[in-house]
């Protein structure tokens, strides 16, 4: 379990944890000052804004130590994406049937990991920052709560670049194992949810669920496990870990998301309907997973959630009767759609 998910609002300063109306104030100005971006790659001089929510367009990465599709999900996704002219879906069918109640937001991969000698207690997971974090009093309670949450949690929090992370193969929600060479039976139909991965991949039966979202298939002890929960337990071993190996010949899909991070409007949703600001997310200090392996010699990929400041954008005139605004980024100007989202019933009809 990663940082975001187990902190949930703790790290809070301690005069907004008890007081809703101050946190709803501070999620309303976070949100009128920033708009979201989201920005993948294998490694942080190659990250490149994805498209969030868009089934046919994954990134796709080819290193010599990753190949693959990265897929991200954003409950109400209304920020910026790769091209200016296709705004954000106005619905995401990830979310559809109340799954939104389990993943306010998702990271979905599906590839290889390339390298020799590796071993799941080498592929870590989890969050990386570039500052020292700005921790409250009494925050070793929260580590030590952490680590009674998750036994594999490796926690460097008092450092000039602190980290959270855990093995790949014990964090993530869900996690389907196959041979590359081994394809499904022919399709009549494919789902939306993951559409051209389904196509192009082509996994074995029971990797991805009815709906095309990543199911649970993966093997434990040569028989076939079904129940994540069981996956987890068994991977919280080191000697499991050390005993899995991670060939190139592998293909592994996998989900990690979480109910209680809502990173569109960068607030934290606990169970007891508590809205607080994320902690450890601003615009100068992003929101990245980062996985690589625990010596941190090889990356294999980066998903980075960013707060763009609102104030880089001004009004342009209207075109085709809808309202635009300019966002200028990294020496370049473009166009991004405002309001999202941008199309109604009445402008359909």
């Known amino acids: 379990m990663m940082l975001g998910g187990l902190f949930g609002g703790g790290l809070v300063p301690s005069q907004n944890m008890y007081d809703p109306l101050t946190s709803q104030r501070l999620i309303l100005q976070r949100n009128a000052n920033y708009v979201l971006r989201v920005r993948a790659g294998p490694d942080m001089q190659h990250l490149e804004t994805i498209d969030v929510n868009y089934e046919r367009t994954p990134m796709k990465i080819d290193t010599p130590n990753f190949k693959g599709y990265v897929s991200v999900r954003v409950f109400g996704f209304n920020g910026l994406m790769s091209d200016p002219c296709h705004p954000p879906p106005a619905h995401a069918d990830y979310f559809a049937n109340g799954f939104s109640r389990?993943?306010?937001?998702?990271?979905?991969?599906?590839?290889?990991?390339?390298?020799?000698?590796?071993?799941?207690?080498?592929?870590?997971?989890?969050?990386?920052f570039d500052q020292r974090l700005p921790l409250?009093?009494?925050?070793?309670?929260?580590?030590?709560?952490?680590?009674?949450?998750?036994?594999?949690?490796?926690?460097?929090?008092?450092?000039?670049?602190p980290s959270a992370t855990s093995p790949l193969l014990s964090t993530v929600q869900k996690l389907s194992y196959w041979k590359a060479e081994l394809h499904g039976s022919e399709r009549e139909s494919v789902p939306e949810i993951n559409n051209r991965i389904l196509r192009e991949v082509n996994p074995i039966d029971g990797a991805f669920d009815a709906a095309g979202r990543v199911a649970e298939y993966f093997p434990i002890k040569d028989s076939l496990n079904k129940d994540s929960k069981k996956r987890r337990r068994y991977f919280e071993k080191a000697s499991h870990r050390q005993k899995w190996r991670v060939r190139s010949s592998d293909m592994y899909a996998f989900d990690f998301y979480s109910p209680f991070i809502d990173v569109n409007h960068q607030c934290v949703r606990m169970p007891n309907a508590v809205?607080?600001?994320?902690?450890?997310?601003?615009?100068?200090?992003?929101?990245?997973?980062?996985?690589?392996?625990?010596?941190?010699?090889?990356?294999?990929?980066?998903?980075?959630?960013?707060?763009?400041?609102?104030?880089?954008?001004?009004?342009?005139?209207s075109y085709q009767n809808r309202p635009r605004r300019q966002y200028r980024d990294s020496g370049y100007e473009r166009e991004i759609l405002d309001p999202p989202p941008p199309y109604t019933e009445h402008e359909q009809a």
């Open 102 to 128: 389990k993943a306010l937001y998702s990271i979905q991969v599906v590839g290889q990991f390339i390298g020799h000698g590796l071993t799941a207690d080498d592929i870590m997971f989890g969050n990386y």
């Open 136 to 161: 409250p009093p009494f925050s070793g309670l929260f580590e030590w709560f952490m680590r009674r949450m998750d036994r594999t949690l490796v926690l460097d929090m008092k450092s000039d670049t």
């Open 275 to 317: 809205v607080e600001p994320m902690p450890f997310f601003d615009a100068d200090m992003p929101l990245r997973y980062e996985c690589r392996t625990r010596d941190g010699r090889s990356t294999f990929f980066i998903v980075q959630f960013e707060l763009i400041p609102a104030s880089r954008t001004r009004p342009l005139s």
